[in-house]
């Protein structure tokens, strides 16, 4: 079989892709085409190949006509005016009826705002839709193909005289005539005024090529309005513009609509499609197609000399294929051999779909230039009509990759099908030979020798063949590097410890066989050493890289040697929006949201405890990850123990230490020698008892302190339209190992930045883009294994302000802080005179500050359920949605007395504890002693020390913390800035 693509395409423009003489067999660089039979008599081929435009990517079909594999043209919908599909919907919808698609292609071109086809329309020799000007693709019953103009005229011929149609359930335009029927659509969906003749046919389905058809005429309209057309009617019409000769037949004449043809074979047509002219008597002719001299997705179908029909569609519009002009079209379809062609539609509209040897559904091929399948008029489907018989006729074989290093092997299967593509069983042992004697066979694997180019690989057994096609190359592309079956961008290892790297590399974007020894590892960097397999062992802390090659390409990734990765850790249960443990002892199991019942986050677990109950947990491997640890606590006391399976399905136990009390308590137990996979909890003891952050690894996580951040650059200027990197190094365990990067998140003017955390590092760089006049913040959160908490940031301050957002911030201390808060709409004002007022200096009510906090964690204030204090009539009409949001949040309540209090100052220990409350539980309280402790209320206490760890409220020079002192609206926007 011929590949013009492999050997014509990449010829164009390109003097370094060539193929040598048919003696070397050997492909230096460029094009590659294999092929497999997918019908009796049908054939599916794959090119990849280099032309002046630069990689292409193609597909085709070739089928030799015959009863067994049968074409046909299908359209989106019974009617034409607005019924789109894609071609898999199509294909689904097909295999339902109980049609064997074994493959399917676009057809004509359409309308994108209606779905209406530009084209010829024939369906069981019934013709639907026609212009008098395009081409078509016919099939007739037996496959075979004709192609060319099928409808030169449209002539309606009556007793008042003849006329002649310019289209036939084509929307309506001023150019001539035309005909609409129920296949339009059940409406003539005029808008323009126009002249129409009802007629009535004598037979609906004796509507053919080059038959003439029996109408009477029944009625008239005219005007703009769309009017109905009746099941067997069919609408003479042309719009009042239009110049064309027109004839006003009477009611009651009889008419003969004819479709005529100047060619042979088109009233023998089952099945037809429109397309556009692009080769005739084996000449280039492409005519009217649309964007002609752009490289974009094509589809075609041609035949050749001897009948075989070749549908081909080439992907395009992307650096994964750019795809073809329609001049390249037609002679690509003439160098595979076609003498008549006809452009079907392209660009997002091209899509292929194949049925693969032994499977059941037909499954897109193509890569659509939208980036998925478009919706569109119609198509042309390959039908199998052979029935499974058993009989292998041809032997499929199937390679784990097409692409091969010189001396590397791939493997492949060989499978047995029958004619209908069926898999059956093998007749017989199977035989190989390798054409030229490249390489070899053996154990389902093709060991490539040192040439390179194409291989052909034969197989038989009994008298079933096949054949199969692989490239060998000499060269990567591009490579990938992974550890235990994932890809790595990057190494972090301790001293002594060792990694086990695999590398896949790729020829032109695809997968490519190769062999460990046909690579080079190395290492930059006095870090450690690398063995030729790919096992990288750290020696001395430090950084570096670890680089792969073959022949001239080379791939690196950095590699740090020091703390080392997290440890192995699956998460069981946060209890965040769900838990998954359940009961079967008619324990309650209730997920709480209150602040005083959660260890880690902002949910737990709240156990109702009798004696004992057994909780049943997903189950969880624990053959890498013995240890389990939680965080737990209980009204009085309480055991727990850790339940697990062993491989032979006993149940093995083992206690958790210490014993869960009053206060939180980080619980863990290791599995039992023997142990596969936790399975439960047992508690025992009486009352409630509160789980949080349930977990498996390889060792219990350092429940004390917190993740430690620390900036590394952290610029507090810069001018305006500059962007800076804010850089900082995060670990846990006192330093000895990194964050996991899904538990850190960075905040730039309280939106969550896209920058991520680096584990090999154990680093983070926040980019702030170009910067505006003003305050920016920058926020870093992270979470350690044990769900210890840390926050820190960093302010910059950007140029000079002159336009602020409050006419009496100017000369505020906060007037960065404040501009910052209005921006994002957390700071509103006053509005006086047309003027906006802030007040900085003022103190902040109570009030104010619960519609501060409410805007800020975005809480739902459209109800006003939960204001039941005796002083509602108090609250000012703008504050009772954000008081009751934050009453029904557990933030913000009122006094001993049933007050809310709303136009009092609010305190700084009353702002701390609102702050720690709208806080995930994890952060840990700092011990620091200010000189007016004794001041601090009891309530507030360990409020206080939270907000005072992460830095959110600081104490006086003096050091005091002043908790009962008010606090101004400067000084909460400061505070908000860093919410």
């Known amino acids: 079989m011929k590949h013009p693509l492999v050997t014509r395409l990449i010829s164009v423009g390109l003097s370094a892709v060539l193929l040598v003489s048919a003696a070397g067999a050997s492909l230096i660089d460029g094009g590659f085409t294999y092929s497999y039979r997918i019908g009796s008599g049908t054939t599916y081929s794959n090119t990849y190949a280099i032309n002046s435009a630069g990689t292409q990517r193609a597909n085709a079909i070739e089928y030799t006509p015959s009863s067994a594999v049968t074409p046909m043209g299908v359209r989106s919908g019974t009617q034409f005016y607005g019924n789109k599909i894609t071609l898999s919907q199509m294909i689904s919808r097909l295999e339902g009826q109980g049609y064997d698609v074994i493959g399917g292609v676009n057809a004509d071109f359409f309308s994108t705002e209606n779905g209406i086809p530009t084209g010829l329309v024939v369906d069981n020799g019934r013709i639907i839709a026609c212009n008098t000007w395009q081409n078509a693709v016919g099939f007739r019953a037996d496959g075979s193909a004709v192609i060319g103009t099928p409808v030169s005229s449209i002539t309606v011929s009556g007793a008042s005289g003849n006329v002649g149609v310019y289209g036939y359930n084509k929307t309506r335009t001023s150019v001539g005539l035309y005909l609409l029927d129920s296949y339009y659509y059940s409406q003539t969906r005029f808008s323009t005024p126009g002249q129409s003749i009802i007629l009535e046919y004598e037979n609906k389905n004796d509507l053919r090529i080059g038959h003439p058809a029996k109408f009477k005429v029944v009625g008239k309209v005219s005007g703009s309005e769309s009017f109905a057309i009746g099941e067997n009617q069919m609408i003479l019409t042309k719009r ?107 660009g997002g509209s091209s899509m292929m779909s194949i049925q693969q040897p032994g499977e059941s559904t037909s499954k897109l091929i193509s890569r659509p230039s939208d980036g998925s399948e478009r919706k569109v008029s119609n198509f042309i489907v390959l039908v199998n009509n052979k029935k499974s018989d058993g009989v292998a006729t041809y032997l499929y074989m199937q390679p784990v990759t097409r692409y091969v290093l010189a001396g590397a092997s791939t493997t492949f299967s060989t499978t047995a099908m029958d004619d209908a593509s069926v898999k059956t069983s093998l007749p017989g042992e199977v035989t190989y030979t390798v054409a030229g004697g490249v390489g070899s066979v053996s154990d389902d694997q093709f060991h490539a020798g040192s040439s390179t180019g194409p291989v052909s690989i034969y197989a038989q057994s009994g008298s079933a063949t096949g054949e199969m096609q692989l490239m060998v190359v000499g060269a990567i592309t591009s490579a990938t590097i992974s550890s235990s079956g994932k890809e790595i961008s990057s190494v972090s290892v301790k001293a002594d410890e060792s990694i086990d790297l695999d590398a896949t590399v790729f020829y032109n974007g695809f997968t490519t066989a190769s062999r460990d020894d046909l690579l080079t590892w190395t290492v930059k960097g006095d870090i450690g050493t690398i063995d030729k397999s790919g096992v990288f062992t750290g020696t001395k802390k430090g950084s570096g890289s670890i680089v792969v090659s073959y022949g001239s390409y080379s791939k690196s990734i950095p590699v740090t040697v020091g703390m080392g990765a997290p440890q192995d850790l699956t998460t069981i249960a946060d209890f965040e929006s769900s838990q998954p443990l359940t009961t079967s002892d008619g324990t309650a199991l209730t997920l709480t949201k209150d602040a005083d019942q959660v260890a880690r986050g902002y949910g737990a677990l709240a156990v109702s405890v009798n004696g004992s109950a057994e909780l049943n947990v997903p189950q969880t491997a624990v053959t890498k990850t013995p240890t389990v640890s939680l965080w737990a606590k209980a009204d009085g006391s309480a055991t727990l123990t850790g339940i697990f399976t062993t491989a032979d399905g006993e149940t093995v136990e083992a206690a958790f230490g210490p014993t869960a009390s009053a206060n939180w308590q980080f619980l863990s137990c290791k599995a039992p020698d023997g142990a596969q996979a936790l399975t439960g909890l047992r508690i025992t003891g009486s009352g409630s008892v509160y789980l949080d952050h349930i977990q498996v690894s390889e060792t219990a996580p350092l429940s004390t302190g917190a993740p430690a951040i620390s900036f590394t650059s952290a610029p507090t200027t810069a001018s305006v339209g500059s962007s800076v990197t804010v850089t900082a190094k995060i670990t846990q365990e006192n330093g000895a190992y990194p964050v996991r990067s899904k538990n850190v998140k960075a905040y730039l003017n309280g939106n969550l930045s896209s920058a991520k955390y680096d584990e090999a590092s154990a680093s983070i760089s926040i980019p702030t883009g170009s910067l505006g006049a003003g305050l920016h913040t920058v926020v870093i959160e992270a979470a350690d294994d044990a769900g210890n908490l840390s926050r820190q940031a960093v302010t910059i301050t950007v140029g000079k302000v002159t336009d602020h957002a409050f006419v009496d911030i100017g000369t505020s201390w906060a007037a960065g802080y404040i501009d910052r808060l209005a921006a994002r709409g957390i700071m509103q004002g006053s509005t006086v005179d047309g003027k906006k007022y802030y007040y900085p200096n003022s103190n902040l009510k109570r009030s104010e500050f619960a519609a501060m906090i409410a805007r800020t964690l975005n809480l739902d204030t459209s109800s006003e359920e939960g204001l039941n204090f005796v002083d509602n009539d108090d609250i000012p009409s703008w504050a009772r949605g954000p008081i009751a949001a934050c009453v029904r949040a557990g933030l913000m309540e009122g006094s001993s007395t049933g007050r809310f209090n709303p136009n009092s100052n609010i305190t700084r220990a009353e702002v701390m504890t609102v702050i720690s409350r709208s806080l995930p539980r994890g952060y840990v309280p700092i011990s620091k002693t200010y000189t007016d402790q004794a001041e601090i209320p009891d309530w507030a206490l360990t409020h206080v020390q939270i907000v005072s760890a992460i830095g959110l409220v600081g104490g006086y020079k003096d050091g005091s913390i002043q908790p009962n002192a008010r606090i101004t609206r400067a000084e909460i926007a400061k505070i908000f800035c860093y919410l």
């Open 240 to 346: 009042d513009d239009c110049k064309s000769a027109w004839i006003d037949y009477p009611i009651g004449e009889e008419l003969t609509i004819t479709f005529n043809t100047m060619m042979k074979g088109w009233d023998e047509v089952k099945y037809a499609v429109g397309g556009k002219a692009l080769v005739t008597n084996g000449q280039a002719t492409p005519t009217s197609i649309d964007r002609a001299s752009a490289n974009c997705a094509r589809t075609a179908v041609g035949t050749k000399a001897d009948g075989t029909v070749v549908i081909f569609e080439v992907d395009g519009e992307s650096s994964y294929s750019r795809g073809l002009n329609a001049n390249a079209l037609a002679e690509e379809m003439i160098a595979r051999g076609c003498t008549t062609a006809v452009c079907l539609d392209g």
